[in-house]
């Protein structure tokens, strides 16, 4: 019987395309195909470094019905590898499902380690790297999403997200409604020319980016929460609450304002400005 082939998964730049190591490029120009999520990004790195092998699509849009084809192959002893956009295959990429029904065939699966924008961006954030969780990127739907930032809140690892541009305002915004006031870094255009690791609290990089408005590819890295210690750091959700509970018991608004936002270690005027939001609603 025919031997099997074998499935590589090969990690490409996340941006410069120097980023690729040795055996990924020699792997690339033996293989029998090159199963790539964006052809023409991945014929700019081939044709950088002169590779041949022949190439073909698989993305999340013909991943079921390519991937049969992409299995066959390999049963047939072809060697094939599967490279993502950017980065390692299957982290938030596609990939898992082929990985898996390899994996069920008998065929070997074998990754060919590299660039990774989750690995680089937490080991420049500062934040502690022996342990963090990673959420790729935030669930748009609004239940879904503010359960991933209940559960952010109470993380103690640091927590590295994957965020659009345009996005990054709101979930900054959001993060400090939830999880209070905490330091993250954003990690933007990693390896690339405009490379920028901005790091602070939650309102001071929402105050930068407002006036700098953010551009290119961004991974979030987030402070796990501190122990509770003298400097217990709260949500604005708390924080409200809290004022509520300050004001019947008959301290002015903006005492109480005040003596939750030292409590918590809530920035005042972030605060001030959601109690009177909450009361407009
Ligand atoms: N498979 C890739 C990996 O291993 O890094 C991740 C793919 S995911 C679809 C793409 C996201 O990764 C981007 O939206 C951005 O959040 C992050 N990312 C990719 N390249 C980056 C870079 N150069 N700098 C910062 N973040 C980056």
Redesign the pocket.
């Known amino acids: 019987m025919e031997e099997k082939g074998i499935l590589y998964l090969c990690?490409t730049p996340?941006?410069n395309l120097e980023d690729i190591t040795l055996r990924a490029l020699k792997i690339l120009k033996e293989v029998d195909l090159i199963a790539a999520e964006d052809t023409r990004r991945t014929l700019n790195l081939l044709n950088y470094y002169k590779i041949k092998s022949p190439i073909i699509s698989y993305h999340e849009h013909n991943k079921g019905k390519r991937g049969k084809e992409i299995i066959r192959k390999l049963q047939e002893g072809q060697r094939v590898a599967l490279v993502?956009?950017?980065?390692?295959?299957?982290?938030?990429?596609p990939g898992f499902e082929l990985i898996k029904e390899c994996i069920e065939s008998g065929i070997r699966v074998i990754s060919l380690p590299g660039?990774?924008?989750?690995v680089?961006?937490v080991t420049v954030s500062g934040f502690p790297i022996n342990r963090f969780v990673f959420y790729?990127?935030l669930s748009k739907k609004r239940k879904d999403r503010r359960k991933e930032m209940e559960e952010i809140a109470g993380q103690d690892k640091t927590v590295v997200i994957?965020?659009?541009p345009h996005r990054l305002l709101r979930t900054l915004k959001e993060l400090l409604e939830f999880i209070g006031d905490r330091e993250a870094a954003v990690?933007?255009?990693?390896?690339?020319l405009y490379?920028e690791v901005k790091r602070g609290t939650f309102s001071e990089l929402i105050c930068y980016f407002e006036s700098t408005p953010p551009k290119?590819?961004?991974?979030l890295v987030i402070e796990g929460k501190e122990e509770d210690g003298p400097c217990i750091r709260g949500s604005l959700i708390q924080g409200v609450e809290e004022v509520r509970q300050l004001k019947e018991a008959g301290l002015r608004e903006k005492e109480a304002v005040k003596r939750v936002a030292r409590y918590l270690s809530l920035p005042v005027r972030e605060l001030y400005k959601k109690v009177i939001e909450e009361k407009e609603e």
Do not use: M, N, Q, V
Request: hydrophobic fraction near 35%.
């Open positions: 990690a996340i941006g993502a956009d950017a980065g390692t295959p299957g982290i938030s990429d660039p990774c924008a989750a680089t961006a790729s990127f994957y965020e659009a990690c933007r255009e990693l390896s690339k490379e290119g590819e961004i991974t």
